[in-house]
């Protein structure tokens, strides 16, 4: 699992007005421009590419603020 695929995601679905490219992997996505609507599309897209489902304990704005946290999310998932 790769941040890359992460990144791919938030590319196709996050709906950012800045690159994500740009972005630290630190970087808060509200911030950069990630509506709460938007991270609904973002978190289903996650879980079909990476064939997982966040639980309910897992459906805050915290789990998806970063690609880091994000990352952590889905390796506690898969491990």
């Known amino acids: 699992m790769s941040k890359e695929q992460i990144r791919q995601v938030l590319k196709e679905h996050g709906k950012f007005s800045a690159d994500i490219d740009s972005l630290a992997d630190n970087a808060d996505l509200y911030e950069a ?3 709460s609507h ?5 978190m289903l897209a996650l879980e079909d590419a990476f064939d997982l489902e966040f639980p309910d304990r897992m459906l805050k704005r915290s789990v998806f603020e ?3 946290a994000i990352d952590a999310a889905i390796q506690e998932l898969m491990a």
């Open 38 to 42: 938007a991270s609904v599309n973002v």
């Open 33 to 35: 421009g990630m509506t």
């Open 66 to 68: 970063s690609i880091n």
